[in-house]
């Protein structure tokens, strides 16, 4: 299989992003000769991805520390809300990682094996807009937590906070109270991760807003400050637009690096990486620095790290040959047993016809039972195989491009004929609505259907088209295109997403299914 997106360039160097998917506030560790990664996955379950590199450049995805969300609400989509911004870390043999839940509070969760079982969660500080949080143990015996706050749930932003914590990471031992205001220097200052280095006290964290910011280093003799400021990453002339939040890490013969991202709307929060070097105890990231501040690379020589691996790639479509489903898949909700089956038919990924909103319209963006993956690479050609053949009245079953808007193509049964449908969503007085299009009634006797999704580079960006086919022909001439008059985007801070989906139309299931033989993904030339 071809690389989708390939950062190693094979010749000693990488190219930026190393990672062109959507892995949002991404923080890295080192332990022993191996990285872990993890990043932010709000609504989406199983949560806070682990992935692993030997050489920071070839990462895969391994395994996910929380199977779902276990607090009110979540078994439908609660967008916008989740997992935020997470920190992982090593301590006494145990990785943890905390997480910031807006409406809930900081959160905790640990193994001994980071790619194993983890710990069920535990509220370290309930609060609302209490986000993005990062512990650091002190060689003192003290423990803490730095964190940023949400406006949307609290009020203000531009602040960081701390609190104490016990030595076991497992809850807080004092009140939470601020620490830095950055709304005079640094406003939107959020995102810390904590580190200690020749006496020093140091706060890594980005401001000035996702798509046009920079990076701020805070320092300080002391945990609780004052501290000083300095900006050390910016996007100077580069391409790289608001260079945000991440994460230093070193290898084994003490070479530095900053992982970081880059808001690339539709497509997320891609990840970079990025040279340091140490001046007069301040950290200079990038290349081309003035005044100790830097700018984001596109190609670079390649950390040495001690070990050379094969370039890798973040696994894309499916051909359903596991009992289990990838990694790659992601529910926007808390999922079901009976949502799906891996096990009814061999290589076929079964997908019941639900309606977990319960409501009488349902619309995809309200129901937990859509399965995604993310995007890995800028243009590509996405084919799915569905067989409709047990669909009942009012039952569909399709793929669809997840957004802060979507777009699907589907194939409905109604009035006992099987129709393909183009469905939309749109901004309604009350919230997002769905409208839908029937394109053409199916012959009685097709069983099965050929949903085609391509991402193209067109004259102002990314050019979206869809198609469909009733044949397995792969040539393109025997594809139907359907203009859908649609643009994938983000919402708030999570990237667009292809999806299949089985859903039902009314509040009465009744037992029918899709069957998908496959997800096909294939990158295109840019």
Not at 296 to 316: D, S
């Amino acid at each position: 299989m071809s690389l989708l997106w390939k950062s190693d360039q094979e010749d000693g160097t990488y190219k930026n992003p190393i990672l062109f998917a959507d892995y949002s506030d991404p923080d890295v560790i080192r332990v022993g000769d191996t990285y872990y990664m993890t990043a932010s996955s709000f609504n989406y379950v199983p949560g806070l991805p682990i992935l692993t590199s030997k050489d920071l450049v070839n990462w895969e995805l391994k395994n996910y520390a929380i199977e779902k969300i276990d607090e009110p609400g979540y078994d439908l989509p609660q967008h916008a809300k989740g997992v935020w911004a997470p920190a992982i870390r090593y301590h006494e043999g145990y990785f943890y990682i905390y997480y910031g839940m807006p409406d809930e509070g900081i959160y905790m969760v640990r193994t001994k094996d980071a790619l194993g079982t983890w710990e069920k969660p535990v509220l370290v500080l309930a609060g609302k807009g209490l986000i993005d949080s990062c512990p650091f143990w002190d060689e003192d015996g003290n423990a803490y937590i730095i964190h940023g706050y949400a406006k949307s749930r609290i009020g203000f932003k531009s602040h960081l906070g701390i609190f104490p914590m016990s030595w076991d990471g497992t809850k807080a031992t004092g009140e939470d109270h601020i620490l830095y205001c950055g709304l005079k220097t640094q406003p939107t200052i959020e995102g810390p991760k904590v580190y200690k280095r020749n006496g020093y006290y140091y706060i890594f964290a980005p401001a000035g807003g996702v798509k046009t910011g920079w990076q701020v280093i805070l320092r300080s003799k002391n945990i609780y400050g004052p501290y000083e400021e300095k900006n050390v990453l910016h996007q100077g002339n580069s391409i790289v637009n608001g260079p945000h939040q991440g994460a230093l890490v070193d290898t084994v013969n003490g070479d530095e690096w900053f992982l970081h991202f880059q808001d690339r709307g539709l497509y997320g929060r891609i990840v970079h990486m990025q040279p340091v070097v140490w001046e007069n105890d301040w950290p200079v990231m990038g290349i081309n620095a003035v005044d100790g501040c830097g700018e984001p690379c596109i190609i670079h020589k390649k950390p040495n790290t001690g070990i050379t691996e094969k370039p890798c790639y973040l696994a894309a479509g499916d051909d359903f040959s596991s009992e289990k489903l990838g990694l790659q898949w992601q529910w926007i909700g808390n999922p079901k047993d009976d949502f799906y089956s891996l096990k009814e038919r061999k290589g076929i990924l079964r997908l019941y016809c639900k309606n977990p909103s319960g409501k009488a319209e349902p619309i995809l963006w309200e129901c937990s039972n859509v399965l995604t993956e993310k995007l890995v690479c800028p243009y590509f050609r996405a084919s799915v195989c569905v067989d409709i053949s047990a669909l009942s009245e009012q039952e569909q079953a399709g793929m669809v491009m997840m957004g802060g808007h979507y777009a699907y193509l589907a194939v409905r049964m109604i009035r006992g004929q099987k129709r393909l449908i183009l469905g939309k969503s749109y901004d309604g007085e009350d919230g997002m609505r769905e409208k839908a299009e029937q394109l053409l009634v199916l012959p009685e006797e097709q069983e099965k259907v050929y949903l085609i999704f391509a991402m193209r580079e067109g004259d102002n960006g990314s050019v979206f088209h869809c198609y469909y086919s009733l044949t397995d022909d792969t040539d393109s001439a025997s594809w139907t295109e359907v203009r859908a008059e649609f643009t994938p985007s983000d919402h708030t801070w999570v990237g667009a997403k292809i999806g299949l989906f089985a859903n039902v139309i009314g509040e009465k299931e009744l037992g029918g299914y899709g069957d998908f033989e496959y997800l096909h993904v294939e990158a295109l030339e840019d």
